[in-house]
């Protein structure tokens, strides 16, 4: 049966403010953004997984190098069937294998402990050069933030995949304009992005980080690059869904309070289909 991925998508947003309401912290903002290139990864095809195998040989990668936003990788990997939805609720709690950064010791699915900004880029670029040595055909997708990009390592994991000319790893930059500190061209300006990583070696497509059908098309596209790494600029709306969150910096680390939680669940129930959630 087709699975109809925005609508999936939206569920995993509610189940987002609902993980967060029920931990009373984390990442709103970045979270809500990526659920619908998390769907289009786990949901439409596009990384090879199997969640009744998670160790499976032949499996793609997924290092999500800004492990903060968590709680959307976590809802997708129970809506791809990992682990039942119930224990999305354990977010944060002492003993959950949910921790507030993944932990790939205690939860299926998880290929690299992440959160320490910068690192997951160059933990990619290592699975990537492995598995060439090994001639294996698995791709590795590696998801960062576009704050992140402020970090010094990532531009040297990019001048490592440029060098051995990785052609079997995607980045995905979460392009969503926002850090902890604000703006991201007010804190660090990143912009020419798409020129800089060219300059790397590197091949760049953009893409509208909402449009699943798009995203899942130009990530589908990347594998077919030969000689070059590749670099997806996903353009997303932080909080993205729910009004009072949208391009509001300060959501990037805050959660909803019961009140918000409910008029942030109710838009996302309008937005396709009146969706229901387990949040009354």
Known sequence: ???????????????????????????????????????????GGVAKHDPKNPAWEERDRVVLSNGHICPVLYATL???GYFPREE????????????????????????????SLGQGLSLACGMAWALRLDQKRNHVWCLTGDGEQDEGQIWEAAMFAG?????????????????????TEDVMPLEPLKEKYES??????????????????????????FEKPSV????????????????KSEWHGKVPCAEEAKNALNQ??????NITSEHE
């Open 78 to 80: 129970a809506h791809a």
């Open 1 to 43: 049966m087709d699975i109809d991925l925005p609508k999936e998508a939206n569920k995993i947003r509610q189940d987002i403010i609902e993980m967060l309401l029920e931990a009373k912290s984390g990442h709103s903002a970045g979270s809500l953004g990526m659920a619908d290139v998390f769907t289009a990864l786990y949901l």
């Open 163 to 183: 060098k051995y000319k990785l052609s079997n790893i995607t980045q995905i930059i979460d392009r969503n304009n926002i850090q902890i500190d604000g703006h």
């Open 88 to 115: 999305l609720k354990t977010l944060r709690k002492f003993g959950s294998r949910l921790q507030g950064h993944p932990n790939r010791f205690v939860l299926p699915g998880l290929e690299a402990s992440t959160g």
């Open 200 to 225: 790397f070696g590197w091949h760049v497509m953009e893409t509208d980080g909402h449009d699943i059908e798009e995203i899942t098309h130009v990530l589908n596209e990347t594998k077919k690059i």
């Open 232 to 247: 997806v600029i996903a353009h997303t709306i932080p909080g993205y869904g729910v009004d009072f969150m949208e391009w």
């Open 268 to 273: 996302l129930r309008s937005l396709c289909g």
